[in-house]
């Protein structure tokens, strides 16, 4: 099986390193960007197929991923068309905000079209990706993008209504994250740590606590009350973590982020 790249940025080379380093073959990946020097990266780090076009990767490989920003699709796309519901490959689309309806009206209908979501921490290996498909998706094309994602992390399939929640809770959240690693981090500066070692402390700290709540299955709640000692430093803690509003904080930072998605 070949999969084709059309845009070879920071998501796309994320996507072909995981897949090499899992055992695809290089040589099985085609690839083009209008910047030959991310190709060339990418054919020194993987050993992948440098293509001279788009065309070129529609009409070779079985899964096409269409890699490019957003706004160049009015561009890229219709020119490709021909070539697509020639060899009808996978269509598969990770830009963001971009519906299967907006890309069938550019490409036309016909083609099997998957749409993805994934999330910055495809970087280093911890994706969450969601995905739906056209009515021409079979279980077959679903595999394929099975095996796609879950080489940068977990991939989930969802109806395309409920993408809009998702880029809240995968696509928004490593910002809110990341928000509060570097506070806590603030914290430890306050109590006299240097700042790289508070960082390092704090986000090991976040890193572990997600991997015991996904390993043990227990509810978060659960976990808190096994770390809160009566009378204990940490539930003085949670308790104004409470008093100051933090959860309501966060209920409204996915609330104005959810509402704005909608606006888009």
Do not use: N
């Given at each position: 099986m070949k999969v084709g790249f059309i845009g070879a940025g920071n998501m796309a080379g994320a996507i072909i390193r995981g897949m090499v380093s899992g055992g695809f073959r290089g040589g099985d990946v085609l690839a083009y960007d209008v910047d030959s020097a991310k190709l060339m990266a990418l054919f020194e780090d993987c050993g992948i197929r440098m293509?001279?076009?788009?065309?070129?990767v529609a009409e070779e490989a079985d899964a096409v991923v269409l890699a490019?920003?957003?706004?160049?699709?009015?561009?890229?796309l219709p020119p490709l068309a021909p070539a697509l519901h020639g060899s009808r490959p996978l269509v598969i689309s990770i830009a963001a905000g971009k519906t299967l309806h907006a890309i069938e009206e550019l490409l036309g209908a016909g083609v099997p079209l998957v749409r993805v979501m994934p999330n910055l921490n495809a970087k280093v290996g911890e994706a969450m990706s969601a995905f739906c498909g056209n009515e021409l998706v079979q279980e077959g094309h679903r595999n394929t993008v099975?095996?796609?994602?879950?080489s940068v992390g977990e991939a989930v399939e969802l109806e395309e209504k409920q993408f809009s929640i998702f880029s809240v809770l995968s696509g928004c959240s490593p910002a809110y994250t990341l928000m509060y690693i570097?506070?806590?981090?603030?914290?430890?500066?306050?109590?006299?740590?240097?700042?790289?070692?508070?960082?390092?402390?704090?986000s090991q700290a976040v890193l572990g606590t997600a991997r015991l709540l996904q390993e043990t299955g227990?509810?978060?709640r659960a976990l808190t009350d096994q770390v809160c000692s009566p009378a204990g430093t940490t539930i003085e803690g949670v308790c104004a973590l409470q008093q100051n509003g933090f959860e309501a904080a966060v209920l409204a930072a996915a609330k104005a982020s959810l509402e704005r998605d909608q606006q888009l």
């Open positions: 293509c001279s076009s788009g065309r070129e490019v920003k957003p706004q160049m699709f009015g561009e890229v099975r095996m796609i994602l879950e570097d506070t806590l981090a603030e914290a430890g500066v306050r109590g006299g740590l240097p700042k790289p070692l508070a960082l390092k402390i704090a227990e509810h978060p």
